[in-house]
């Protein structure tokens, strides 16, 4: 009997999801031999040839549907299909996919396009499907709508690719769940530069004017400081800021006033003796300047207050106005009476020296109109009055009548023939001879040029 069961067997193969097995079967029909094979058939199997067929060939094919658990809406949806791709899969279960929804397979997000032969069958997949709710962006007043599957309002903004800066507002908070319906407000702050105090700030802000901007960053404008642009104006993207430190100080300075000298005269005195009346002293002014510096450097300068700390006194010095006659014999033994004398340098000259050609029509006519010759004498009028008669020691008697470009001062430039020339240059004492001119002709204060020098010994 045995031997006769045996002669009834024969091979069929099974090929399971391209897996082959081959098993030996007295079975005829097609649900007997997958019995004896104890393969069971799951909903949504697929059996080439079903299960009630009589197999007349030695092969059996079995195509396995792969078993989902989906969670989606609150749901566990448990499915088995032999669906292409894992949407059809999600639809044949009833869940339909919308626009920006976000699957998950086993932990990680995959497109819905994914090919299910590409995924292992020998486990059930774990299929979540979030849904992508709606969320309303207001960027600094500019509203877009995008729908996301983030768990938090910070997540939905990064994945949208919205850039935020440390001083921007995000209202709710970034770490706020999403829940249908929300609206985020973002308010954007500006990027400025401020230049203060030697540094350089780096900073956003959300104020509204450059003063809110400086308290912010904890900067005080104290006094008279100020900003480039003004505190007041509103602040724009990439704005920079000067902040200029306004310091002031006041200076107060001196400068010595020279006195003035005071000529007096003196009947008690002679004529060219002086005597110091009062000691002359220089005054004092003083003046507070106010100077402006902006960031250390020097701007305005401005005299706040001038005023005379201590007058000068002026140097008063009193000359001589009392005329004294006195008599002086000459070498030939006569006798002059002179009320002068003054100390002064010699020089000499002819007609031919006197800067004129002899074809000139005034050649050898002086100032005066006399003859240029011995015993004219060109002097200073400043000093002694033309037409004056004087006494020269080793010149002799001579007439003031002529003056010189060169004469100036106590300067006197005796006349000779050209003939009897003798070259003079030396100081001599000059005597002025009676009678004197009226005292309103007189020059009381000769000038003090040139100075004769100390003779060494």
Same mark, same amino acid.
């Given at each position: 009997?045995?031997?006769?069961?045996?002669?009834?067997?024969?091979?069929?193969?099974?090929?399971?999801?391209?897996?082959?097995?081959?098993?030996?079967?007295?079975?005829?029909?097609?649900?007997?031999?997958?019995?004896?094979?104890?393969?069971?058939?799951?909903?949504?199997?697929?059996?080439?040839?079903?299960?009630?067929?009589?197999?007349?060939?030695? #092969?059996?094919?079995?195509?396995?549907?792969?078993?989902?658990?989906?969670?989606?809406?609150?749901?566990?949806?448990?499915?088995?299909?032999?669906?292409?791709?894992?949407?059809?899969?999600?639809?044949?279960?009833?869940?339909?996919?919308?626009?920006?929804?976000?699957?998950?397979?086993?932990?990680?997000?995959?497109?819905?396009?994914?090919?299910?032969?590409?995924?292992?069958?020998? $486990?059930?997949?774990?299929?979540?499907?979030?849904?992508?709710? /709606?969320?309303?962006?207001?960027?600094?007043?500019?509203?877009?709508?995008?729908?996301?599957?983030?768990?938090?309002? +910070?997540?939905?903004?990064?994945?949208?690719?919205?850039?935020?800066?440390?001083? @921007?507002?995000? #209202?709710?908070?970034? +770490?706020?769940? *999403?829940?249908?319906?929300? $609206?985020?407000?973002?308010?954007?702050?500006?990027?400025?530069?401020?230049?203060?105090?030697?540094?350089?700030?780096?900073?956003?802000?959300?104020? &509204?004017?450059?003063?809110?901007?400086? !308290?912010?960053?904890?900067?005080?404008?104290?006094? =008279?400081?100020?900003?480039?642009?003004?505190?007041?104006?509103?602040?724009?993207?990439?704005?920079?800021?000067?902040?200029?430190?306004?310091?002031?100080?006041?200076?107060?300075?001196?400068?010595?006033?020279?006195?003035?000298?005071?000529?007096?005269?003196?009947?008690?005195? &002679?004529?060219?003796?002086?005597?110091?009346?009062?000691?002359?002293?220089?005054? *004092?002014?003083?003046?507070?300047?106010?100077?402006?510096?902006?960031?250390?450097?020097?701007? =305005?300068?401005?005299?706040?207050?001038?005023?005379?700390?201590?007058?000068?006194? /002026?140097?008063?010095?009193?000359?001589?106005?009392?005329?004294? =006659?006195?008599?002086? !014999?000459?070498? @030939?033994?006569?006798?002059?009476?002179?009320?002068?004398?003054?100390?002064?340098?010699?020089?000499?000259?002819?007609?031919?020296?006197? +800067?004129?050609?002899?074809?000139?029509?005034?050649?050898?006519?002086?100032?005066?109109?006399?003859?240029?010759?011995?015993?004219?004498?060109?002097?200073?009028?400043?000093?002694?009055?033309?037409?004056?008669?004087?006494?020269?020691?080793?010149?002799? *008697?001579?007439?003031?009548?002529?003056?010189?470009?060169?004469?100036?001062?106590?300067?006197?430039?005796?006349?000779?023939?050209?003939?009897?020339?003798?070259?003079?240059?030396?100081?001599?004492?000059?005597?002025?001879?009676?009678?004197?001119?009226?005292?309103?002709?007189?020059?009381?204060?000769?000038?003090?040029?040139?100075?004769?020098?100390?003779?060494?010994?």
């Amino acid at each position: 009997m045995g031997w006769a069961y045996a002669s009834t067997l024969r091979p069929v193969t099974l090929e399971i999801d391209r897996e082959t097995l081959t098993i030996l079967t007295n079975q005829r029909e097609v649900r007997g031999i997958l019995h004896d094979a104890a393969i069971t058939l799951l909903p949504r199997d697929i059996v080439f040839p079903p299960p009630t067929t009589r197999l007349h060939h030695s #092969s059996i094919t079995i195509q396995r549907a792969r078993a989902l658990r989906v969670y989606a809406d609150g749901m566990t949806i448990a499915h088995r299909t032999q669906s292409q791709t894992l949407g059809e899969a999600l639809r044949e279960a009833g869940v339909i996919l919308k626009p920006h929804d976000r699957v998950l397979v086993d932990g990680t997000s995959v497109e819905p396009s994914l090919a299910l032969t590409h995924l292992h069958n020998g $486990h059930t997949l774990q299929v979540e499907v979030q849904r992508a709710i /709606p969320l309303v962006i207001d960027d600094n007043g500019a509203a877009t709508t995008l729908y996301t599957t983030a768990p938090t309002i +910070g997540e939905a903004l990064r994945q949208a690719g919205l850039t935020l800066y440390l001083g @921007d507002t995000v #209202s709710p908070d970034l +770490g706020t769940p *999403l829940a249908p319906g929300w $609206h985020v407000y973002i308010r954007r702050s500006h990027a400025a530069t401020l230049l203060v105090d030697g540094r350089t700030i780096h900073t956003r802000t959300r104020g &509204e004017t450059i003063a809110e901007l400086l !308290t912010q960053e904890g900067i005080e404008l104290k006094d =008279k400081d100020y900003t480039i642009p003004p505190a007041t104006e509103r602040v724009r993207d990439n704005i920079q800021v000067r902040v200029m430190r306004v310091r002031e100080e006041l200076l107060t300075d001196a400068e010595y006033l020279p006195y003035e000298t005071v000529w007096q005269p003196d009947p008690t005195l &002679e004529i060219d003796q002086r005597r110091v009346a009062q000691v002359g002293v220089e005054g *004092l002014k003083k003046r507070t300047t106010r100077v402006v510096y902006e960031n250390g450097q020097e701007v =305005k300068r401005t005299i706040e207050r001038e005023w005379i700390e201590t007058p000068p006194t /002026p140097h008063i010095i009193n000359y001589g106005t009392q005329i004294i =006659k006195r008599e002086l !014999t000459l070498p @030939d033994g006569s006798v002059v009476t002179y009320w002068r004398k003054i100390r002064m340098l010699a020089t000499s000259y002819t007609a031919a020296t006197s +800067g004129k050609a002899r074809t000139h029509p005034e050649f050898g006519i002086t100032a005066t109109g006399m003859r240029a010759g011995l015993g004219i004498v060109a002097v200073d009028p400043r000093v002694i009055n033309l037409r004056s008669r004087l006494y020269v020691p080793g010149y002799g *008697l001579a007439i003031a009548g002529d003056t010189g470009g060169a004469i100036k001062g106590k300067r006197i430039d005796l006349g000779y023939d050209e003939w009897n020339l003798v070259l003079w240059y030396k100081w001599v004492d000059v005597y002025l001879l009676d009678p004197p001119p009226p005292h309103d002709q007189i020059r009381w204060i000769i000038p003090d040029t040139p100075k004769e020098r100390a003779t060494r010994r």
